[in-house]
């Protein structure tokens, strides 16, 4: 159960970064192009911004799956090892 309760709040939270990030280079990408007149910068800030984004929330989900199944698989030998031990004690 913990495994899943940190699966999922790992992912929403990778999600959340990414789409803070790319929201974050939009807006970059207007206070360049509002106040410096760079068109050729807005592109690229915006570019980075979207690729990053993306980047974090595919690694971010990625990572909370592997720590889910972590989480899970240790939860999994305790509990083998305890059924183990009372068997043994019977």
Known sequence: MLGKIVTAIGMVISVITGISSIVGAGC??????RWAGMSSG???VFGAGL???IIAMI???LV???W???IYAF???VRKTNEIAENTRK
């Not at 970059?28 to 192009?33: E, K, P």
């Open 51 to 53: 690729v990053a984004g």
């Open 28 to 33: 970059s990408a207007v206070t360049i192009n």
């Open 42 to 44: 807005v592109n690229a």
């Open 59 to 61: 690694a971010g989900c």
């Open 64 to 66: 909370s799956w592997i």
């Open 68 to 70: 889910g199944l972590v």
């Open 75 to 77: 939860g999994d030998l």
